[in-house]
């Protein structure tokens, strides 16, 4: 069974730095077509952060860019979100997703959730 484990969440000051990781594990992955992050603050919608996929290259939100890098090392099935300049609106739960995802045992294409990580900027 694929997971996506994330780490690298935590409470900074407005200002600082935070590194994401989150890594796709389980089974034997044969190919992943694209990663993302997501974040939720509040309400039911999860705003797309950041992606970088095999057929559109990287791209961010608006509110993000200049600020957060997104960076896949395929070797390894990471994804890493390199956030500075941290402002408190950018406070939330921070979700990675994997878009088409095959592993060997399975033959299909499918899409996988982790768990999210809490970000908090707060003085």
């Known amino acids: 069974q694929v997971q996506l484990v994330e780490a690298g969440g935590g409470l900074v000051q407005p200002g600082e730095s935070l590194r994401l990781s989150c890594t796709a594990s389980?089974?034997?992955?044969?190919?992943?077509?694209?990663m993302q992050w997501y974040r939720q603050s509040s309400g039911p919608q999860r705003e797309l952060v950041a992606s970088?996929?095999?057929?559109?290259?990287?791209s961010y939100a608006d509110s993000v860019k200049g600020r957060f890098t997104i960076t896949r090392d395929s070797a390894k099935n990471t994804v890493y979100l390199q956030m500075n300049s941290l402002k408190p609106e950018d406070t939330a739960v921070y979700y990675c997703?994997?878009?088409?995802?095959?592993?060997?045992?399975?033959?299909?294409?499918?899409?996988?959730w982790g768990q999210g990580t809490q970000v908090t900027v707060s003085s």
């Open positions: 997703h994997a878009g088409g995802l095959v592993t060997r045992e399975a033959m299909l294409s499918r899409d996988y």
């Open positions: 389980g089974g034997t992955i044969i190919h992943i077509q694209g």
């Open positions: 970088d996929s095999d057929h559109a290259g990287t």
